[in-house]
């Protein structure tokens, strides 16, 4: 397939790819090697029509965007490392500032957050998955609300839309855990569905769909390597040894049955991002033809979905 399969998706829907497959965001020698201009020429020539923020992003919009414009990019979202669940709005509102001035800035609707503040000191994605800090129930409801007031001034502010990420080894990694903050948030807060996150905390993504598909506002497509899954679980390794044994992977390398979610997408109406996403190491999985099967994939679903 070539980019022209991107008329499969429906109106509305845009098809991008992060850069943590050409560079890691915190195994910074996954990737030290690999340059910027590689990454957005890559990506460009597999198809995509944007990208998310790395860490070889610059952070000036005048910086920025003549180098997405190069390549015929858009900057889809970034991420925040979030600390309101021990933080103030106030401080929090501060923190993001920047950040959200660049998304803004470049035409972004969405800024995806993940909460990091209740993760274990030093390098919490060093340790066994097993010892992930858990939020006790009783914190849920004002954590809830502080994401509400934070959502809402940072869509007033910036006009942007919170997108909160379920993830591994934070405070809403399970289903449960994801549920009850949704159960208690505004409808300020909306969801980032990520299917590799939900596949490894161990629940079917379609169960989000099915309780918050109406929250969702931003997509990951990310799959998983069972086997390697099972390894990093049953010797308690932890988030950072996975990546590197490579646990997660493109659509279609992995054992993630996409169908339901081309479903959601097509029926349900959703309009945004779908992001490809593989944090794996790149001397292992070459970027661009990994990237460009995923596209394949991903385009031909919709496609058979269409036929």
Not at 35 to 62: H, I
Not at 124 to 136: E, G, I, K, Y
Not at 248 to 254: A, E, Q
Request: include cysteine.
């Amino acid at each position: 397939m070539t980019a022209r399969s991107l008329h499969t998706l429906p109106d509305g829907v845009r098809l991008g790819v992060s850069p943590l497959s050409w560079a890691n965001d915190v195994l910074e020698d996954l990737g030290a090697d690999i340059s910027l201009e590689t990454c957005l020429a890559e990506a460009a020539a597999a198809g995509y029509r944007g990208v998310e923020l790395g860490r070889k992003f610059p952070r000036d919009p005048a910086a920025l965007k003549p180098l997405l414009d190069a390549r015929d990019l858009v900057l889809a979202s970034g991420w925040h490392s979030g600390s309101l669940a021990t933080g103030t709005v106030d401080d929090e509102t501060k923190a993001a500032a920047d950040h959200a001035r660049l998304l803004s800035a470049l035409g972004a609707s969405v800024m995806v957050y993940g909460e990091t503040a209740m993760m274990a000191k030093g390098s919490p994605l060093d340790l066994p998955m097993s010892q992930r800090v858990v939020m006790a129930k009783e914190e849920a409801p004002a954590y809830a609300r502080r994401l509400t007031e934070f959502a809402k001034r940072l869509h007033g502010q910036d006009g942007l839309t919170l997108a909160y990420h379920h993830h591994l080894m934070m405070v809403a990694e399970t289903l449960d855990e994801a549920s009850r903050l949704f159960d208690k948030a505004g409808r300020e807060v909306g969801l980032l569905l990520d299917t590799g996150h939900a596949d490894a905390a161990g629940f079917e993504y379609g169960k989000l769909i099915d309780r918050f598909g109406d929250r969702i506002v931003h997509i990951h497509l990310k799959d998983v390597r069972g086997e390697v899954l099972a390894d990093v679980r049953n010797r308690d390794l932890s988030f950072n040894a996975g990546v590197r044994a490579g646990m997660f992977t493109v659509p279609g390398d992995g054992r993630i049955d996409f169908a339901p979610l081309v479903r959601f997408v097509r029926d349900a109406g959703y309009r945004g991002w779908l992001i490809v996403e593989a944090e794996q190491d790149p001397a292992k999985a070459e970027p661009l033809p990994a990237v460009t099967r995923a596209l394949d994939h991903v385009t031909g679903l919709f496609a058979a979905r269409a036929a």
